[in-house]
T-cell receptor, first 113, second 113 residues
């Protein structure tokens, strides 16, 4: 099993460009999450999904959109990238059992110039 | 609301000495508590969790954590540190009524030879 995979691993964008980050999991997990990690800020939740076709806002959703068309995939979109979105983005998944841990992907390092 | 605090940005310990990484939390109900570790340029890896029962929980790589309800703490411990334990450690909390985890800002553990 690959676990949680993220595509791409690195990306450089210019301000105003758009892009989509792809997260895939092969553990049949119901829940999926997108976080961003910034120095001194820990992990902050952007959006999450508790099932196929459903999404919800997290702590820092502005400037991002998500879609969960298939259970195994969770897409994070940036419609018009800004330098403030320079960060490392992590996807995670978990089962619906509330005390089960989340499994994380390897991350995508995004730089917006 | 749920929140977690890691009061130390960095903890330094000599190899072979015991280590403690501190975490305190705030929830309205009963908490589920987690510790994760992040090695450089990697995603987060699950170490251990507290759900209920015994206040001392054991996890991967010889780590353990003690749940203290009266002090609302969940400190991570290891009896004898290894240089290879050097990494970024995150505490996380989930209130039973929530769908998401809240992470602390992280504590960098540096173990010197």
């Amino acid at each position: 099993n690959a676990g949680v995979t993220q595509t791409p691993k690195f990306r450089v964008l210019k301000t105003g460009q758009s892009m989509t980050l792809l997260c895939a999991q092969d553990m049949n997990h119901e829940y999926m999450y997108w976080y961003r990690q910034d120095p001194g800020m820990g992990l902050r939740l952007i959006h999450y999904s508790v099932g196929e076709g459903t999404t919800a806002k997290g702590e820092v959703p502005d400037g991002y959109n998500v879609s969960r068309l298939k259970k195994q995939n969770f897409l994070l979109g940036l419609e018009s990238a800004a330098p403030s979105q320079t960060s490392v983005y992590f996807c995670a998944s978990s089962s619906a059992i509330s005390y089960n841990e989340q499994f994380f992907g390897p991350g995508t390092r995004l730089t917006v110039l | 609301a749920q929140s977690v605090a890691q009061p130390e940005d960095q903890v330094n310990v000599a190899e072979g000495n015991p280590l403690t990484v501190k975490c305190t939390y705030s929830v309205s109900g009963n908490p589920y508590l987690f510790w994760y570790v992040q090695y450089p340029n990697r995603g987060l890896q699950f170490l251990l969790k507290y759900i209920t029962g015994d206040n001392l929980v054991k996890g991967s790589y010889g780590f353990e954590a003690e749940f203290n309800k009266s002090q609302t703490s969940f400190h991570l411990k290891k009896p004898s540190a290894l240089v290879s334990d050097s990494a970024l450690y995150f505490c996380a909390v989930r209130d039973k009524g929530y769908s998401t985890l809240t992470f602390g800002k992280g504590t960098m553990l540096l173990v010197s030879p």
